[in-house]
């Protein structure tokens, strides 16, 4: 049972947007610690997609955005593309868990 | 450009201790946050712990009594030991540098751990 609380997976056709979300709680995510996000392809480690809620790091496409909003954030992605099937993840960090991070359970995207 | 690198046994017998090495270049060690984390096969990542210059450490509560991890800035290395391993320990670890979330990973080592 993750701390953050992620859909296991989620779909959506080229060229569509799809949207991930995040659930967390006062501890973590309502409590203002950031969010980041991560995209995982199969068989390779995880690559920062999303730091500090909104920001890109340099070299990730535009296609992908976050937002965070009381104790939820969101990952949404538009302009779909075979590419982008993976698995995301969410993190933050939590208060209550004597200083721990903590991931979401990730969320599988599957395009159509 | 930073680069990760896991590197230890890639067995491991149970209730022995896991011994693992990252070797970081393209830059120091002696500032961030590194950190330890792992992955069972087809599940989620879970945070290990994290070390930052000085040694100052912070683990996962559920692993805590288990792991510690210290490094030597000479060396560029940081290193994670796992004691009294069982086959749920059984993963790929991966080590990792924070800068504005955890912007450089190794590539992931499989430990599994089995007698």
């Known amino acids: 049972q993750s701390v953050l609380t992620q859909p296991p997976s989620v779909s959506g056709a080229p060229g569509q947007r799809v949207t991930i979300s995040c659930t967390g709680s006062?501890?973590?995510?309502?409590?203002?610690?950031?969010v980041h996000w991560y995209q995982q392809l199969p068989g390779t480690a995880p690559k920062l997609l999303i730091y500090g809620n909104s920001n890109r790091p340099s070299g990730v496409p535009d296609r992908f955005s976050g937002s965070k909003s009381g104790t939820s954030a969101s990952l949404a992605i538009t302009g779909l593309q075979a590419e982008d099937e993976a698995d995301y993840y969410c993190?933050?960090?939590?208060?209550?868990?004597?200083?721990?991070?903590?991931f979401g359970g990730g969320t599988k995207l599957t395009v159509l | 450009q930073v680069q990760l690198q896991e590197s230890g046994p890639g067995l491991v017998k149970p209730s022995e201790t896991l011994s693992l090495t990252c070797t970081v270049s393209?830059?120091?060690?002696?500032?961030?946050?590194w950190v330890w984390i792992r992955q069972p096969a087809g599940k989620g990542l879970e945070w290990i712990g994290r070390?930052?210059?000085?040694?100052?450490?912070n683990y996962n509560p559920s692993l805590k009594s288990r792991v510690t991890m210290s490094m030597d800035t000479s060396k560029n290395q940081f290193y994670l030991k796992l004691s009294s391993v069982t086959a749920a320990d059984t993963a790929v670890y991966y080590c990792a540098r924070v800068s504005r979330g955890i912007d450089y990973w190794g590539q992931g080592t499989l430990v599994t751990v089995s007698s």
């Open positions: 070390i930052y210059t000085g040694g100052s450490t």
């Open positions: 006062s501890s973590n995510i309502g409590a203002g610690f950031d």
């Open positions: 393209g830059g120091s060690i002696s500032s961030y946050y």
């Open positions: 993190q933050s960090y939590d208060s209550r868990l004597s200083g721990t991070w903590v």
